[in-house]
């Protein structure tokens, strides 16, 4: 049995779930709604404002579901009451990012700035040209358009140059040391 699997999920207050027969969790909270499919082996309860999630049978599938589902239920109920937000940072000579409209647009290097509309659940800022903000309810999503914009420019292990994660720590690798020529 799975150890996240078992622990509860405590609804705060102002979030109300709906659990619909066919395993439809449906979250609503004071920033959005959402909406996740459980699998069939899993059963979902709520009572006294805490949501409990079982397996049905013991089987391989319902295993691997069972820490899953319950993940996926704390996701939705931590993104409708605080949301989720990734920062990146730019770093090079001449990277910088602005918005337009709902348009994110980045000078990273090409000939051509590089122009990243937004979806409709996400929210991005640029408080400095050197950073951007993506916010929104559904960390899957937010998780996906900060990979999406890295991936236009991916640090560099030699100058540290790129888009990364403002947590995340580039390893930087020793350039090449100039061999004395006869």
Known sequence: MSRIGKLPVSLPAGVEVKISDNNLVTVKGPKGELQEQISKKIKVETNDNVITVTMKADDKDARAAHGLSRSLINNMVLGVTTGYEKKLQLVGVGYRAEKKGNVLVMQLGYSHPVEME???????????????????INKAIVGNYAANIRAMRAPEPYKGKGIKYADEVVRRK?????????
Do not use: F, H, R, W
């Open 118 to 136: 937004d979806p409709s659940e996400i929210v991005t800022e640029v408080p400095n040209p050197n950073e951007i903000i993506i916010k929104g």
């Open 174 to 182: 020793e350039g090449k040391t100039g061999a004395k020529k006869k």
